[in-house]
């Protein structure tokens, strides 16, 4: 690596481009569409009973489900993402697995975050509860939320970045693997799950519903993409600040010694003149 | 509409969550932008699994 | 099948070296013992309780006491070859990376199944609890200790060297260990005879549980250790 005396000075100050404004822009749009759908286009689950004639359902509290669903499918896109990469720093070893590791790791944890909440707020008015021990994709989703926040705490340690970054691939690998073993055991554990009460089947999943849910998925994707891109950027950015803080500092200690004094401590033998 | 609360509060949650991490993530990447000399912003020439 | 019992060998070395350590040091039997009695006297305080209440929770407040405990003595195994540069003469004593780490992972599993045993003493003297199935208790008791010796093990090794290790331990391995602790406490449930749950197809998820965490513990633990 060449070192120069002096480093020129960034001439781009931001981590967007052409491809990433677009693709912001095309979402923010398309969340207004969702949100017109959501809201106004498509009807409340209303119910009526078969025998008491009591109106039943979900009401307006299915709203909640057009952005609920997509994050949590979209959490597991992060989650995957994160492991194929985590796989990639084990056997490749390039940074571009790594930085793609904690990015995809540090949005999937958002968006983890964001399934408990919606869903909790969800569960409120149709399950009359905040929070329901024994249902696994409830408890499944936490233990996967404590595990990567567990694995953004590790890499937040100071260290050899190299090896925080396999141990990092570590975590993420086994907080994978586990996840079924999770999974089952909950499962066993109550026998039932309120999931399972109210599922999509059970929704009158009519075009118009099903259509909004579809878009909310597109739209929950592009987001993904879009926080992932400038994400990895940042974090490629990271790896470079100090790569050129280290280059930065060995050209100034360079600089405050004559070039000859430098070749003479290194043993290169020169005319003593 | 009923349990407007709610409604208000998941997708509230959901959309200022997500655009506060996107503010703090454009912010970042400024910041860090500025330190950072060209000659060592490689990503766009390094794209890809096998880049150095 | 001499290469086996090579490595079979050298496993009993290191796990017999990390024991006579703990045997002169005693730091397990010294303080992570009366630590773990300590909790469930705790538990005895916090819940106020009567016998009834606590022969109910007991499988579940046993488990909590040996999670926690276990952490203890897993940063203590971890931290045996911190000093001394003895963490590189193992490195360069040519003892293959899988047994050094199913070695500490046996050596943490002895010292763990001594705690359960003294735990489950404590259970029936403090909390009034009665056995009534001593074969499921063993084998899900032996069960539940290999997947928390094995997870302790490689998240030990793996938080080890790092800045702020001790915090970062339970963070990262309790969320991994939670299908053992379910498990586990409805393993015991069956055997105390507090709960109608099948205990024995409850040890056999253990099994799984204890089987995957340490092959991937042995697997992972050599691109740990090669820094």
């Given amino acids: ?273 | 509409m009923t349990h407007v609360g709610y409604l208000i509060a998941g997708w509230g949650i959901t959309l200022g969550t997500l655009g506060i991490y996107a503010f703090r993530l454009v912010r970042r990447g400024r910041n860090l932008s500025a330190r950072v000399p060209d000659a060592h912003r490689r990503w766009l020439e390094d794209q890809g699994p096998n880049g150095a | 099948m001499s290469a086996l019992r090579v490595v079979l060998r050298d496993i009993r070395l290191v796990a017999a070296r990390d024991l006579r350590i703990e045997a002169r040091a005693r730091v397990v039997v010294d303080q992570v013992l009366p630590f773990a009695v300590l909790v469930l006297v705790l538990f005895g305080f916090a819940l106020d309780a009567d016998h009834r209440t606590l022969r109910t929770f007991a499988p579940g407040l046993f488990w909590v006491a040996v999670l926690l405990s276990a952490l203890l003595a897993v940063q203590r195994s971890a931290t045996l070859d911190a000093a001394d540069g003895t963490g590189d003469a193992l490195r360069m004593s040519g003892l293959p990376p899988v047994a050094r780490y199913l070695g500490r992972a046996a050596a943490v599993l002895v010292q763990l199944l001594v705690l359960e045993a003294v735990l489950v003493g404590g259970l029936v003297v403090l909390y009034g609890v009665s056995v009534e199935d001593w074969l499921l208790l063993g084998v899900a008791g032996l069960v539940a200790g290999v997947a928390v010796a094995a997870a302790g093990t490689l998240y030990g090794a793996l938080a080890l060297g790092l800045g702020a290790r001790d915090t970062l331990l339970p963070v990262l391995v309790l969320p991994v260990l939670a299908p053992v602790l379910i498990g586990a406490t409805r393993a015991f449930d069956d055997a105390l005879g507090s709960a109608a749950v099948d205990g024995w197809a409850w040890t056999g998820l253990l099994a799984i549980a204890a089987l995957v965490l340490t092959v991937v513990g042995a697997s992972a633990h050599g691109a740990l250790v090669e820094d």
């Avoid at chain 1, 923010?28 to 008491?52: K, S």
């Avoid at chain 1, 926040?149 to 586990?178: E, F, I, K, N, Q």
């Fill in chain 1, 1 to 273: 690596m060449t070192v120069e005396p002096t480093i020129a000075a960034s001439t781009r100050d931001n981590t967007g481009s052409r491809g990433s404004r677009l693709l912001g822009a095309a979402t923010i749009v398309g969340l207004g569409v969702l949100g017109v759908l959501a809201f106004v286009l498509t009807d409340a689950d209303v119910r009526i009973h078969p025998t008491t004639g009591e109106e039943f359902g979900q009401f307006d509290a299915v709203r909640l489900l057009y952005v609920h669903v997509p994050l949590a499918v979209m959490t597991y896109v992060a989650f995957g993402l994160c492991a194929v990469a985590s796989l990639g720093v084990l056997i490749r070893r390039t940074p571009w697995w790594d930085v793609t590791a904690h990015a995809a790791a540090e949005v999937g944890t958002v968006f983890c975050g964001l399934v408990l909440v919606t869903g909790s707020i969800w569960g409120r008015p149709v399950w009359n509860t905040w929070w329901e021990w024994g249902d696994v994709r409830l408890m499944t989703t936490l233990v996967l939320f404590l595990m990567f926040a567990g694995y953004l705490a590790l890499r937040r340690t100071t260290g050899d970045p190299r090896s925080v970054s396999r141990r990092a691939a570590v975590v993420a690998l086994v907080a994978v693997l586990d996840i079924p073993l999770v999974n089952r055991s909950v499962e066993w554990w109550e026998n039932r799950t309120l999931h399972q009460q109210s599922t999509l089947n059970d929704l009158k999943i009519e075009d118009l519903t099903l259509f909004t849910l579809m878009l909310g998925f597109l739209m929950m994707g592009m987001v993904l993409a879009w926080l992932l891109l400038h994400r990895f950027r940042v974090g490629w950015l990271e790896r470079a600040a100090l790569d050129h803080a280290v280059a930065a500092a060995i050209a100034e200690r360079r600089a405050e010694t004559p070039d000859a004094e430098v070749r003479r401590s290194v043993g290169e033998t020169e005319d003593r003149s």
